[in-house]
């Protein structure tokens, strides 16, 4: 702001001022996005738990994220489902986990490749939904750190999203593993309980 009252003062040109507004829009709006993510984290809203068809937020991702993997040569795969495997969720909070682990995926494909998500049944009255991706893969020595609040690799990443879905995991007594081998690409398990 202070470069840009001095533009200001010194009679610059509109467009040089323009460039520092967009400048200072983005970095406001990334800021925020920051912010939101760490309340969301530190205080997750209260929970809307239904019985939901585990196949429904992830067929609804795959739907909503097939433009973009169609502009990055991915194509997005939604396995057929047993629309009889249930669980009680917060269908909002179950939508955005999954979304998190598709737009990284998609971010780990830059030259194309299969994003493919799948569910089944588990052990032990268990629900299990796959994010599977043929990307770049995660490095071992950083998987034990991938869930850390604000760990990222990447230039312009907060570090938060794949810890809210780690928590949102969490909040629906369910687990999360991964497996990733780099050049291959990573598998994300959610196991969840079944509904009874």
């Known amino acids: 702001l202070e470069l840009l009252r001095n533009k200001i003062d010194s009679g610059k040109p509109a467009a040089e001022v323009r460039t520092h507004l967009d400048i200072i829009g983005h970095e406001i709006k990334r800021l925020d996005s920051v912010v939101q993510g760490f309340l969301k984290f530190a205080r997750p ?105 604000y760990f990222t690799t990447k230039t312009d990443g907060s570090g938060i999203g794949l810890s809210m879905v780690f928590r949102t995991v969490q909040l629906h007594h369910g687990d999360i593993d991964v497996e990733s081998t780099p050049g291959t690409g990573t598998t994300f398990t959610i196991a969840l309980p079944r509904a009874a």
Do not use: C, Y
């Not at 994003?115 to 796959?130: P, Q, V």
């Open 45 to 149: 809203e209260d929970m809307r738990l239904e019985r939901v068809s585990l196949a429904a937020p992830a067929r609804d991702v795959a739907q909503s994220i097939r433009a973009e993997a169609e502009t990055g040569r991915v194509t997005v795969e939604a396995a057929a489902a047993d629309r009889s495997i249930e669980v009680d969720a917060d269908p909002a909070m179950l939508r955005q986990a999954l979304l998190n682990l598709a737009m990284n995926a998609l971010q780990a494909m830059p030259h194309g490749g299969t994003l493919r998500f799948s569910t089944e049944a588990g052990r032990d009255g268990r629900a299990l939904l796959k994010v599977r991706d043929t990307g770049t893969g995660i490095p071992p020595e950083q998987l034990a750190r991938i869930f850390d609040l």
